[in-house]
């Protein structure tokens, strides 16, 4: 059996310390240190059971290699206390729910990288009706 190696990172905004074996994917040290939300489906990048985000990125946490986490920070569904988590298992998104919380990362991945600013609205532009955002603006404070 390879030697075990320490690595070091932050996961879910904790340090956190945690000894891997040369080429274990990082799903299975994730595990080790009790989050249960990162799971195994497909070991093939298929299925995103697995996702997670590393530095603000998705990855597959059942190919990653556990030692390119070092020094970086991992966010999993269990750290993810969002508005996007809370509407899926409100609405019961999940169905089963085995592959929910690779889905709660991948829609907060999606809500993190878009910008949705009402003042870019096309429609609203194109009809000369004013934004919210603009009419705030306007408006003056009441003393």
């Known amino acids: 059996m390879p030697a075990s190696l320490p690595i070091a990172f932050e996961l879910n905004g904790v340090a956190r310390e945690v000894d891997v ?5 990082l799903l299975y040290p994730l595990r080790r240190l009790g989050d249960a939300s990162v799971r195994y489906g497909c070991g093939a990048e298929q299925c995103g059971a697995c996702r997670v985000l590393v530095d ?10 556990a030692h390119d986490a070092q ?6 569904a269990a750290g993810l206390d969002t508005p996007v988590r809370t509407a899926l ?10 592959c929910l919380p690779g889905i ?3 829609a907060e991945a999606l809500f993190r990288r878009q910008q949705f600013a009402p003042a870019n609205c096309r ?4 009809s000369g009706q004013p934004t919210g955002s603009e009419k705030k603006k306007t408006q003056r404070p009441q003393n």
């Open 71 to 76: 020094g970086r920070n991992v966010e999993t």
């Open 104 to 106: 709660v990362v991948a």
């Open 89 to 98: 298992i409100d609405f019961n998104a999940g169905q089963c729910g085995y």
């Open 56 to 65: 603000g990125q998705l990855a597959f946490a059942c190919t990653m290699a």
């Open 21 to 25: 074996q040369q080429g274990e994917p």
């Open 123 to 126: 429609r609203a532009r194109k």
